[in-house]
């Protein structure tokens, strides 16, 4: 199991780096997105949810 989580990390940094993100704004998308796939929730709602979390974290990140 640690093995797993150690190279998810380390793609997830990989990405990161790629592509400029901050890896804390990445890793929390992944965890909402997987909290709200599993909620009772209109795909509307969880895109808002989502988006919101982006806006805020990007405003952070400056």
């Known amino acids: 199991m ?3 989580k150690r190279r998810e990390f380390e793609l997830l940094t990989n990405i990161c780096k790629d592509h400029e993100l901050p890896h804390d704004l990445v890793s929390k998308l ?15 709602v969880r ?6 979390l982006i806006e805020f974290h990007s405003k952070k990140s400056r």
């Open 47 to 52: 895109k808002k949810e989502l988006l919101d």
């Open 30 to 44: 992944l965890k909402t997105s997987e909290i709200n796939s599993y909620e009772n929730k209109p795909s509307r």
């Open 2 to 4: 640690k093995e797993i």
